[in-house]
């Protein structure tokens, strides 16, 4: 069974330091996908990144990158230059890809509440 | 271009009640997914439906029932309602063949008393 663990359930930062969000999966298959999306207030998930297993390549969008390893199971995200706006709760989650991929069901880790302060 | 839209945003209901929950998917989707989110929780799957049929299903019993409508619109019905089922509800669209395509909507919060 797959299964994604956040092992960190709340952090606090002060504005401008760097934090990483931990996230480690399992799963039997080959092939599968990860992702990361963000949840504000308003209870929309917002997408941040999709990496399939396939691709170990680490990513950087502007202050996020993700670091994946596939030899530790490992898929975490790190916000660099913290801001207030960034105060949301981060879930990592985990699909398998069949025919194509990407419309099969995702399991969710429990989250991270990342809170940052002024 | 609307994205997900849930209808409505709150609810309040009695337990051993029945309630619909609705999902409008984004332009151009013909997939939806819905999802169960517990105070403190990640979501959790619940089922998928795909050309009006319910194409995958978590664990989840059978008082938890959906539609898909010629529109790709769905609802999802939870019948004899549990205290434990106050949660969010989320709806995720997603596009012909998938990919980056998860779009969700900001959910119907449920509340059984």
């Known amino acids: 069974a797959q299964k994604v663990t956040q092992a960190q359930t709340e952090i606090s930062v002060v504005e401008k330091e760097d934090v990483t969000l931990d996230c480690v999966y399992e799963t039997r298959d080959t092939t599968y996908y990860l992702f990361w999306y963000k949840q504000p207030p308003s209870g929309e998930l917002v997408f941040l990144i999709r990496r399939n297993s396939f691709d170990e390549q680490n990513e950087i969008s502007g202050r996020y990158s993700w670091n994946f390893q596939k030899s530790t199971s490992s898929f975490n995200f790190t916000i660099t230059a913290s801001q207030v706006v960034d105060s949301a709760v981060y879930f990592c989650a985990l699909s398998e890809a069949l025919g194509g991929g990407g419309s099969e069901k995702l399991v969710f880790g429990k989250g991270t509440k990342l809170t940052v302060n002024p | 271009d609307a994205g997900v839209t849930q209808s409505p945003t709150h609810l309040i209901k009695t337990r051993g009640q029945q309630v619909t929950l609705r999902c409008s998917p984004k332009?151009?989707?013909?997939?939806v997914s819905w999802y169960q989110q517990a105070l403190g929780q990640g979501p959790q799957f619940i089922f998928q439906y795909y050309e009006e049929e319910e194409r995958q299903r978590g664990n989840f019993p059978d008082r938890f029932s959906g539609h898909q409508f010629p529109n790709y619109s769905s609802e999802l019905n939870v019948n004899a309602l549990l205290l434990g089922d106050s949660a969010l509800y989320l709806c995720?669209?997603?596009?012909?063949?998938?990919?980056?395509?998860?779009?969700f909507g900001s959910g119907t919060r449920l509340t059984v008393v």
């Open positions: 332009s151009g989707h013909d997939t």
């Open positions: 995720a669209s997603i596009p012909p063949g998938g990919g980056y395509g998860y779009t």
